[in-house]
């Protein structure tokens, strides 16, 4: 194992021992004003018909402890970016509230939020254009980051960044290259590289592989797996894919338009689905 020089020009973020590195209680996120109708909580539509507001996730809840592996899964549209936002303070939930490293960052605004994003946190986008700047090389895009949570200087900042680079499995002659010369996979392991900068305790992977070939797929969730397995990290894995999950995760949550229908350990949930949805969804991806 080689070794990445750690961040030490920033102050590490501690983890406390004997609570969850994230819990959501009670998530809902309303785009839209809502109205008595869809406020009242009877209904479980995710538009509501009354007022058109749209739920992205209703009553969402649940924890991830160090050195576990959460997986969401639900079709389009059931509401698993919207929790992944909600868990990287992206955005404030209507009601509920979010606990990092066990302090309440619900109403966590300016400051607070982004030292919270910098070094508790890190995430893979569903979109990698959403994350990184296409014009600015992969080591610029890793080395941002780090500037960001307050590293100063330069050849700190630009070793670390290549050690992660060539940890992601990245050749060592691309790190000057602008990521929108990169294949997909490529992409997603600077967006690795990136979340990993700050050596966040809690990673967030919304849809690591999708829209990539089976063959780069396989190799970007055996690049997670090593992450996990080396880091130790509390990681959340949102696929719309059961084999990923099933590969990657310890326990997991099944989303249906915006709700939880679904809980408990992977292994158990796929082998026993209770719920009329999980049951199709292990039967389409037999
Ligand atoms: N900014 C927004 N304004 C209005 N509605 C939104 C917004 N963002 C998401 N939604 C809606 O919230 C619901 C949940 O969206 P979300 O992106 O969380 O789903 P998803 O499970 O990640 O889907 P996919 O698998 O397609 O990525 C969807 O109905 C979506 O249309
Ligand atoms: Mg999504």
Redesign the pocket.
Known sequence: MKTIPAPAAIEPISVPSGTPCLELRDITVRYGRGCDHCRSGEMRAQRCTHCGSVYGCRDVSLDVWPGEVLGIVGE?GSG??TV?AVSNLDIQPTSGSVKLLGDDVSSAEGKQRRRLRALALGIVY?SAQANLLMDVTAGGNVAERMLGAGWRRYDAVRSRALALHTDMELPEDRFDVPVGMFSGGMRQRVQLAKALATSPPVLLL??PTSGLDVSVQARILDLIRRIHAEFQLAIVV?SHDLAVIRMLADRLLVMRRGLVVEHGLTDQVLEDPQHPYTQLLVSAQL
Request: overall charge negative.
């Open positions: 389009s698993k970016s992944l569903q919304d849809e949102v």
